[in-house]
């Protein structure tokens, strides 16, 4: 059974910086690119970063673009997302997801998501 | 201000049908495929089409999908109550290099 289960969310500052994780089992992990993806309260889905599965190619939204690195450690099966600079508009519910390509881009597995909350 | 745009909310009888409309341009839907997400309340997104028109294991065939020109639908037959939920198209863009998502649907089963 594919598990993803994200962590590290919680309350930062603006300007301030957060690293999320998600680890991931039930699946060959280094096979699958891998992607974050964010829910603002009570607005919709808004793709934030991707990685493919070496993590030699990553893939960012111009929303988080010079502020945001996404990282993975196939030895340990973790995906992380590294925020630096951050701002009350990246309070969201952040969700790590398999990235799959059959004809196209899609998420075939989510995680729980964990809250990250900017505020002073 | 989402890419791809559905409709706000929906309702419906149980037993009923009902069609949530994405509607795109040529750099998403129009040259891409279409995925479709269920989000139920209080939980994480869950895929439920995929390449348009396809079901991913487990889900019924009272789901349904397809695509035209650069417009898809998500059809629901035999509403249930536990259908109520959030749903979102989402594809890729080629301009944006980016997934895109509509801004969700609220489904009301009255």
């Known amino acids: 059974e594919v598990q993803l289960l994200e962590s590290g969310g919680g309350l930062v500052q603006p300007g301030g910086s957060l690293r999320l994780s998600c680890a991931a089992s039930?699946?060959?992990?280094?096979?699958?690119?891998m992607s974050w993806v964010r829910q603002a309260p009570g607005k919709g889905l808004e793709w934030v970063s991707g990685?493919?599965?070496?993590?030699?190619?990553?893939y960012y939204a111009d929303s988080v673009k010079g502020r945001f690195t996404i990282s993975r450690d196939n030895s340990k099966n973790t995906l992380y997302l590294q925020m630096n600079s951050l701002r009350a508009e990246d309070t969201a519910v952040y969700y790590c997801?398999?990235?799959?390509?059959?004809?196209?881009?899609?998420?075939?597995?989510w995680g729980q998501g964990t809250l990250v909350t900017v505020s002073s | 201000q989402s890419v791809l745009t559905q409709p706000p909310s929906v309702s419906a009888a149980p037993g009923q049908k009902v069609t949530i409309s994405c509607s795109g341009s040529?750099?998403?839907?129009?040259?891409?495929?279409v995925y479709w997400y269920q989000q139920l309340p209080g939980t994480a997104p869950k895929l439920l089409i995929y390449?348009?028109?396809k079901r991913p294991s487990g889900i019924p065939d009272r789901f349904s999908g397809s695509r035209s020109g650069t417009s898809a639908t998500l059809g629901i037959t035999g509403l249930q109550t536990g259908d109520e939920a959030d749903y979102y198209c989402?594809?890729?863009?080629?301009?944006?290099?980016?997934?895109?998502f509509g801004g969700g649907t609220k489904l009301t089963v009255l």
């Open positions: 997801a398999t990235w799959e390509y059959s004809s196209s881009w899609y998420f075939g597995y």
């Open positions: 039930g699946f060959i992990f280094s096979s699958y690119a």
């Open positions: 990685i493919s599965g070496s993590g030699g190619g990553t």
């Open positions: 040529s750099s998403n839907i129009g040259n891409n495929y």
């Open positions: 390449d348009n028109n």
């Open positions: 989402g594809t890729w863009d080629s301009s944006l290099s980016a997934v895109v």
